[in-house]
């Protein structure tokens, strides 16, 4: 097979085989844009180094050496000659972008005898040595396993003893010294010479990028990305050109539209006399590629066209790497750039009206997970901010958190459940960890391009860079802005749309969609066949959820209002009452307030449909700790004199006693409460239909659907569907007014999935209560299981997901998909829904779809995201 190919090799470009920096390459070069040349090893050729044991087979080898002789015959330059010599950059390219996580070597070929030549070639004898001296430090840290820490050292000394304090001051002469001090370090720490011979360094290069798709970071990025193991790196080998060759060279990044807030303007930065990493890497803040016009005037209007032909071409905004050498620009890659999610939806939104892309396009173009980055809280805009300190805004979003200065730190305070914001000089690949860990990122060095900027964009996580306002001390664990020391574990909020940072906490206000965002949606809702509804239970979250879109409310859980503080009392009174009149006294007391509760979530809703699930948890649920009330009567036994209060606390200690399960969650709750004891179920129907029948009375069209909990058995459903029709004639008859309403229950539960026939004879509709059935079908406890072993089943691949998040189509989604077949079997015109957590997830969302589910329901928050994933999957 073949396993090498040049860049205007026209008979591939597949990604699959070329990675995406290298399929990028070869379409750059064929559409006649400045790359220079060279060619790229695939990823099969990555495979099959990993299936001989780590080994580059002959076949592939006589591959690479031919392309290297048309890449030296191309630019007439030849790898390790004297006189004219090529030097390469060896770069990773995998399939999907994993900025920064894999390794690169540049300025490969040189040697003793090659720098020589380069010094006379471009009579910049400094310039090589520099060249020089910078590929022994990568390729020994890359190659070798030579620290750069070791390297850096003895310039640091060097610097010292000659009284320098920045590299430009070295001379030819002064790098020559330090190259030779070079290789006796990589002498001592590798136990070998540094290689002289540039085939030897090229295929030890090529090997070395292949190992770095199993280094811990890029593990660690995939892990974190869902991208397979399997597929490998490829490799480009490309003829270098300099940025670094004085004040008329440079190199930049820049992205063909602003990525943090999608604004239609180039967004970049630059340095002048630098080579590639150094813009990346964020050791010097680099200058906005705006002043880029008045320095090389005429290299930025090709940049400026260039971009745009990019831009076009991949119908994509593109993140784009340059080189000018010598006032010759030189493109280096292109790829689709990674945004905040503000950014993805004005950029999708936009191409629509600038005919770029059709309406599909942009709903496919967002990634619905990144929505929720846009529907976190923000600072309120009407607190005065009183600033700390101000840095680059790399990432929007507001995050309060105590400071940290170490990645592993982070990780391990955020395990304890603290909320950490990083603050770095810069971050590197190897922070990754901590990034993910921490809340938000901010370094003092770098700028908008920066590893920490790229990493934390693509996370939506909040992030500021540069803030050299901040002069951090890792060894003391504080910062200090001027006078102001900022310690370890101290609290700041940073607003990472505007730099801002501020000592403490800050009032945040609730999230608002913006008009791209609506544009958007309402184009999904187009195309959407799926109902989405949200799960709510007060009048607020009701309302929210209209304004994110939901078309009602699949889940009003009747519970959350026996909660109220004000109530609880009451509601323990009808608990502890040993008889039905005692029970009664309590409900008497608590219709009135549910009344209220439902007039509020139904006249919210504007007759959009309501489902109400009548009483679920177990009674226990409402009453006080066990322990802590032992510890009060046992004091209550030794004071006298407080007999009442004494005796109150023991019957309260009494019933708590004989309410308490072993299994609560398998034990009297759901429709089993309704069972023992109707009056209470029979109390929140009276309050339904007073609510029902009073909003009619105001001209609403309402139609609550009143849904009967944990159903195991058809005739707990015809039992409970009975109490209904009773008390409805009953209200009805009461009031004079004629209500509609509907009766339903929830599939929670294994055996009800199994005889759904049956029990879609009693039921107008089924919600599928999908955190119970995940729970009954695994037998995995809900409150328990995540924190105990499921995590770590995430970790070692026993399951593909949490359970709990994402639906287990395989298993609970076949008991769904049994659900709706034989309930439409025996009641075709019966209406399906999803209700548990899964109901805002992507994948399952998806799944419901294809199941032929009428809608699906979730929190207020996760609405717009369950409407551009219902869109998608219709698509
Ligand atoms: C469910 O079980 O999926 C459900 C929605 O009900 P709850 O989470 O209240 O048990
Ligand atoms: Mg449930």
């Given amino acids: 097979g073949k396993f090498v190919f040049m860049f205007d090799d026209r008979k591939t470009s597949t990604k699959e085989i070329l990675g995406g920096k290298g399929a990028n390459l070869g379409e750059m070069t064929r559409i006649g844009l400045p790359v220079p040349y060279g060619f790229t090893i695939s990823t099969d050729a990555c495979k099959s180094y990993y299936e001989s044991g780590k080994e580059i087979i002959a076949s592939i080898r006589t591959q690479i050496e031919e392309s290297l002789q048309i890449l ?16 390469v950059s060896v770069r990773s390219g995998s399939v999907f972008s994993m900025p920064g996580m894999m390794d690169t070597v540049l300025n490969l070929g040189l040697n003793d005898e090659t720098v020589e030549g380069i010094a006379q070639l471009t009579a910049n004898p400094r310039f090589a040595y520099d060249s020089y001296r910078r ?76 190992d770095s798709w199993n280094n811990q970071r890029a593990i660690i990025y995939r892990r974190l990305n869902k991208i397979p193991d399997h597929l490998g790196t490829a490799v480009n080998i490309q003829s270098m050109v300099f940025g670094n060759m004085g004040d008329d060279s440079g190199t930049g990044v820049a992205f063909t539209r602003d990525p943090s807030t999608g604004k239609r303007e180039l967004y970049g930065e630059y340095l002048i006399n630098a080579q590639g990493e150094d813009v990346v890497a964020g050791i010097r803040t680099p200058n906005p590629i705006s002043t880029l016009q008045e320095k090389m005037p005429e290299v930025y209007k090709q940049f400026v066209q260039t971009c745009q032909r990019l831009e076009k071409h991949y119908k994509d905004m593109q993140d784009i790497e340059f080189t000018v050498e010598r006032g010759q620009l030189y493109i280096l890659q292109t790829r689709t750039g990674k945004r905040t999610a503000e950014a993805a939806i004005r950029i999708a939104v936009e191409m629509v009206t600038e005919g770029i892309i059709n309406k599909r396009d942009a709903i496919l173009r967002v990634d619905p997970d990144q929505l929720n980055q846009l529907l976190h809280r923000r600072i309120d805009d009407t607190y005065e901010r009183r600033l700390l300190v101000k840095g680059l ?121 913006s008009k791209e965002f609506q544009q958007l949606l309402l184009w999904a809702d187009e195309e959407r066949e799926l109902g989405v509804r949200a799960n709510a239970d007060n009048p607020e979250d009701a309302q929210k959820s209209r304004e994110f879109g939901a078309e009602g409310i699949g889940l009003c859980r009747t519970e959350h209002m026996f909660m109220d503080p004000e109530r609880i009392p009451i509601v323990q009174e009808m608990i502890l009452a040993d008889s039905y009149d005692g029970r009664m006294k309590a409900l008497v007391q608590l219709l009135p307030m549910q009344k209220q509760d439902f007039i509020g979530i139904l006249e919210g809703m504007q007759g959009y449909p309501v489902t109400i699930r009548l009483l679920d948890p177990p009674l226990h649920e409402f009453l006080p700790d066990k322990e802590e009330l032992i510890v009060q009567v046992t004091k209550l036994q030794l004071i006298r004199g407080n007999g009442e209060e004494l005796k109150k606390k023991e019957a309260l200690l009494r019933k708590v006693q004989q309410l308490e399960e072993f299994n609560p969650m398998l034990g009297h709750r759901g429709c089993r409460l309704g069972i023992i004891y109707p009056e209470i179920y029979t109390m929140q129907v009276k309050a339904i239909f007073y609510a029902a029948a009073h909003l009619t009375d105001k001209g609403l069209n309402v139609q609550p659907e009143i849904m009967i909990p944990l159903v195991g058995h058809v005739n707990e459903l015809k039992q409970m569907r009975q109490l209904v029709v009773d008390t409805a004639v009953e209200v009805m008859e009461e009031t004079g007014k004629k209500l509609k309403y509907t009766v339903g229950t929830m599939i929670e539960l294994p ?46 691949n026993i399951l593909p997901d949490n359970p ?29 829904g999803i209700c548990g957590e899964h109901g805002g997830e992507k994948s399952s969302i998806e799944f419901c779809y294809r199941t032929g589910l009428d809608y699906v329901s979730c929190s207020p928050f996760r609405v717009p995201l369950a409407r551009l994933a219902g869109a998608q999957a219709t698509i």
């Fill in 72 to 87: 030296e015959e191309r630019t007439g330059k030849k790898l390790g000659d004297p006189s004219n010599p090529l030097l």
């Fill in 804 to 832: 709990f998040s994402v639906l287990d189509q395989n298993g609970v989604g076949k008991l769904v998909e049994m659900g709706v077949k034989l309930g439409r079997g025996t009641n075709p015109t019966i209406k399906t």
């Fill in 393 to 513: 805004p790399a990432s929007p979003g507001a995050a309060t958190g105590q400071v940290v200065f170490d990645a592993d730190e982070a990780e391990y305070l955020s395990k304890e459940g603290k909320k950490v914001i990083l603050v770095r000089p810069e971050t590197t690949p190897d922070d990754i960890h901590g990034i993910i860990a921490s809340e938000a990122v901010v370094t003092s060095r770098g700028g908008m391009t920066s590893h920490a900027a790229v990493v934390a964009r693509g996370m939506g996580k909040a992030c500021i860079c540069g803030c050299e306002g901040i002069k951090i001390n890792t060894k003391n664990r504080e910062f200090r802005v001027g006078e102001i020391v900022v310690n370890y574990l101290d609290t700041i909020t940073i607003d990472g749309a505007t730099g801002d940072i501020m000592l403490g906490e800050v009032p945040m206000i609730e999230p608002t969609l």
């Fill in 751 to 796: 055996r009800a999935a199994l005889t759904a026939d049956d029990i879609a004879m009693e039921a107008d509709f089924f919600s599928f209560g999908t955190n119970d059935l995940t729970q009954t079908t695994f037998g995995f406890s809900r409150d328990d299981a995540e924190g105990k072993f499921l995590q770590s089943y995430v970790e070692h």
């Fill in 135 to 210: 590929f022994i430090q990568m390729f020994s840290d890359v190659v070798l396993g030579v620290d750069a820490f070791f390297f850096e050292q003895h310039l640091e000394k060097y610097h010292e003893q000659h009284n320098y304090s920045s590299d430009p001051q070295l001379t030819a002469e002064d790098w020559k010294k330090i190259i030779g001090a070079y290789k006796a370090i990589v002498k001592k720490h590798s136990k070998k010479a540094f290689p002289d011979d540039p085939r030897e360094q090229l295929f030890l290069a090529i090997q070395a990028v292949f």
